[in-house]
């Protein structure tokens, strides 16, 4: 049996996170909205309207062109893209066509197994979405909230190798989108949608199978599922001496298996022609480039900034760089902090991660700033406090929003190192236990470490155990001369 290689690529359609939709002043997202609330006559195609862009989807969209390292095209045009569906009212659907927003681009994907993907994408244009139908009770229900929503369409080249590389490139996009700040990129709610493209063949070839499309994969894992669902039925069908035809397949999440929905159709003919009712988007070089001052660093250049300036490990650089703000946070810490950042990554990676999750917010919402975690880190390593104290001090720290120093002060948190205070806690717990400073004196010297016990329990924990052990030795002693 000949070693086969899958060929996959993948046609994402992301929602921009803009306030309103990209003709009209609707309000874009109707996530938690009644149907058919947020619609007017322009974006529901009544007659007589005129559509007026969205100043806002442009440059979002010029930012992930940017991003994607894509040519921005200083001419590009809107184009009505005709067909009939009962939830696209006007009939058509205002797209980009051949003179899209940007060409060329790509996507670096460094992958688990330690190699680069690098996948292309041919074009990036901006349309509008359409409405929903829902079919319950025997009816068709149309919600028309969603037309004309922006959207921005990415198709990458035949780039992808694995499942496994097709969910890479998603949960990469879903990281950069989120990173720009353009897009929500919630897959559940259809922010970032996917359609896959996949095709087998032996192994080296250099020339393509008829693929086939799988529709509706709205999760990573439903990604990797169906692409590995289809990869191993292509194999099994050329083996069984068949040919692969060109469906279209829905994957179902809950079955996990692949349905057949149709047999492709020929090029459906949209008779694409340019809008006449928008101008030519123009994009010349000073609008570009106040878009461009908003670009910030990328996610995997940053990633490789955190490993050459912090000499971080891959692991830490990739999980701090995994989301913008939390990467912000890191040098915010690190800076205030002054001492070894793989120190501030341990804190971060171990604790504040962690109540950041549970508390489902942003590291930059975090009433424990950057500053207070560099604090309560120097604290620990000044001995002042212990560690664990340290790490409860981030739970007080976050609840209340005070100083660390001014909690350890207020609540007497401090580390007891104080002699004095030790002595008479030591001698405290000699006098309670008689019993036990006999056994000691009689050769048990086993027993330090239980006096040591005692005396972290009377302390709260806050006493040094290595001063409490040589006091308690020096009273011993002294109490047998
Ligand atoms: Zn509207």
């Known amino acids: 049996m000949p070693e086969y290689e899958a060929i996959i690529g993948l046609e994402t359609h992301i929602q921009l996170n803009t306030t309103t939709k990209i003709f009209c002043s609707c309000k874009a997202d109707s996530w938690e909205d009644p149907p058919n609330t947020n619609i007017c006559p322009v974006c529901t195609g009544l007659p007589g309207v005129l559509p007026v862009l969205n100043q806002a989807v442009v440059e979002k969209a010029v930012l992930l062109a940017a991003a994607m390292h894509a040519e921005v095209q200083p001419l590009s045009y809107f184009d009505r893209k005709n ?3 009962p939830d696209l009212p006007k009939g058509y659907q205002i797209s980009q066509y051949d003179m899209p927003l940007a060409r060329g681009g790509y996507l670096d994907l460094p992958m688990p197994a330690g190699y680069t993907r690098q996948v292309t994408i041919h074009k990036l244009h901006i349309e509008e979405d359409a409405g929903k139908t829902k079919h319950e009770h025997g009816q068709r229900l149309i919600d028309f909230n969603r037309c004309g929503v922006p959207l921005v369409e990415m198709v990458t080249g035949p780039d992808l190798r694995s499942a496994d590389e097709a969910a890479q490139y998603i949960i990469r996009l879903r990281q950069l989108l989120r990173w720009l700040d353009i897009s929500e990129a919630d897959m559940e709610k259809g922010h970032l949608r996917c359609d896959a493209n996949v095709s087998i063949r032996p192994k080296g070839a250099d020339y393509l199978n ?6 509706n994969v709205n999760s990573i894992v439903s990604v990797r599922d169906a692409i590995q669902t289809e990869i191993e039925r292509q194999i099994r ?6 040919r692969i035809e060109a469906w279209t397949l829905e994957w179902d999440e809950a079955e996990g298996l692949l349905r057949k929905m149709r047999s492709k ?8 022609f340019h809008e006449p009712d928008l101008l030519p988007v123009r ?11 908003d670009l910030p660093e990328l996610p995997l250049e940053r990633r490789a900034r955190f490993t050459r300036q912090y000499g971080l490990p891959e692991y830490d650089a990739d999980i701090l760089t995994g989301e913008r703000s939390l990467s912000d946070y890191f040098e915010g810490a690190v800076q205030a902090y002054g001492g070894d950042p793989k120190r501030v990554s341990n804190w971060l990676m171990n604790d504040v991660l962690r109540m950041i999750n549970e508390r489902g917010l942003l590291a930059g919402d975090l009433r424990l700033v950057p500053a207070y975690l560099a604090e309560i880190i120097k604290l620990v390593d000044a001995g002042t406090i212990n560690i664990s104290t340290g790490k409860s001090l981030l739970e007080n720290v976050e609840s209340t929003g005070r100083a660390p120093a001014e909690i350890v002060q207020a609540e007497g948190l401090a580390r007891v190192s104080d002699e004095d205070a030790l002595r008479v806690i030591s001698a405290g717990v000699l006098a309670e236990n008689p019993e036990q400073v006999a056994s000691y004196k ?4 086993t027993l330090i470490g239980w006096f040591v016990g005692q005396v972290m329990k009377k302390s709260q924990g806050k006493a040094d155990p290595q001063l409490a052990r040589t006091i308690l030795e020096q009273l011993i002693t002294k109490s047998e001369s």
């Open 83 to 85: 067909y009939f569906y």
């Open 210 to 215: 008829p693929k086939t499309e799988i529709k």
């Open 237 to 242: 069908q050329v083996e069984a001496g068949n």
């Open 265 to 272: 159709e020929n090029l459906a003919d949209y008779r694409y």
């Open 283 to 293: 994009i010349d070089a000073a609008w570009r480039e106040a878009i461009f001052v």
């Open 442 to 445: 009689a050769g048990k010297v």
